[in-house]
Nanobody, 121 residues
Framework: QVQLVESGGGLVQPGGSLTLSCAAS????????MGWYRQAPGKQRELVAT???????NYADSVKGRFTISRDNAKNTVYLQMNSLKPEDTAVYYC???????????????WGQGTQVTVSS
């Protein structure tokens, strides 16, 4: 089985910074794309940022220039550096990864349990 565990969420003032981490563990043959999504109360889950195994990145327009996604393939970990945080960034942040558990099977998407980020003065 595969587990994704997020950490690093919390309460921060507007303009502050936080770094989220998400470590994948378990029966892993290879990891493809990894990413972060978020869901605010009463809203649908939305894409924040993604990163391919080769390091190509994609960001939602609302976070471009403020958030940076990165990954450490040796540690099976993806990060989200969040700067200049705004109250509208408040949400539960979820990481996701496309994981292949064996060379004989196709990759599947796995999700973490989520970590709360609250931006408030």
């Amino acid at each position: 089985q595969v587990q994704l565990v997020e950490s690093g969420g919390g309460l921060v003032q507007p303009g502050g910074s936080l770094t989220l981490s998400c470590a994948a563990s378990g029966s892993i043959f290879s990891i493809y794309g990894m990413g972060w999504y978020r869901q605010a109360p009463g809203k649908q889950r939305e894409l924040v940022a993604t990163i391919t195994s080769g390091g190509s990145t994609n960001y939602a327009d609302s976070v471009k220039g403020r958030f940076t996604i990165s990954r450490d393939n040796a540690k099976n970990t993806v990060y989200l550096q969040m700067n200049s945080l705004k109250p509208e960034d408040t949400a539960v942040y979820y990481c996701t990864a496309g994981v292949r558990v064996d060379y004989r099977v196709r990759a599947q998407d796995y999700w973490g349990q989520g970590t709360q980020v609250t931006v408030s003065s």
